[in-house]
């Protein structure tokens, strides 16, 4: 697992600083659900390729529009789990997609995260 810190604008800490966020570079298993960009409802596996506080990333097929409501269901691995099988459910807004260069049919997808969020043996 990777660590990056990068600065986030519009965080400003007391004394002026913008605020330092701690993204982790993690290829875990999930599926990605919500409207896609013709309203219609979809249901699609991925891979999370980082996430941090304030959102998450990873690549598509499926197009969806900006502002979007995304739910991720997360596999936790084994370890984390203590063994058993748990997930990370949470949900989110589109912010932003583009198109991963020589692959045409994805597109990585970066969620704004929503600040709840469950952790179960199921989907909440």
Request: no cysteine.
């Given at each position: 697992?990777?660590?990056?810190?990068?600065?986030?604008?519009?965080?400003?800490?007391?004394?002026?600083?913008?605020?330092?966020?701690?993204?982790?570079?993690?290829?875990?298993?999930?599926?990605?659900?919500?409207?896609?960009?013709?309203?219609?409802?979809?249901?699609?596996?991925?891979v999370l390729s980082t996430i941090s506080s304030e959102q998450a990333s990873f690549l598509?097929?499926?197009?969806?529009?900006?502002?979007?409501?995304?739910?991720?269901?997360?596999?936790?691995?084994?370890?984390?789990?203590?063994?058993?099988?748990?997930?990370?459910?949470?949900?989110g807004r589109v912010k932003g997609s583009e198109q991963v260069p020589g692959q045409p049919?994805?597109?990585?997808?970066?969620?704004?995260?929503?600040?709840?969020?469950?952790?179960?043996?199921?989907?909440?």
């Amino acid at each position: 697992m990777n660590v990056r810190h990068h600065r986030v604008q519009g965080l400003e800490q007391p004394g002026g600083d913008q605020a330092t966020v701690r993204e982790f570079s993690l290829t875990l298993p999930m599926t990605v659900s919500g409207l896609d960009a013709r309203g219609q409802e979809f249901q699609e596996n991925s891979v999370l390729s980082t996430i941090s506080s304030e959102q998450a990333s990873f690549l598509l097929k499926t197009r969806v529009e900006r502002k979007t409501v995304l739910k991720l269901v997360i596999s936790l691995p084994p370890k984390l789990a203590d063994g058993q099988p748990l997930v990370l459910v949470i949900k989110g807004r589109v912010k932003g997609s583009e198109q991963v260069p020589g692959q045409p049919e994805l597109r990585r997808v970066i969620l704004e995260l929503d600040s709840r969020y469950f952790i179960g043996a199921g989907e909440d």
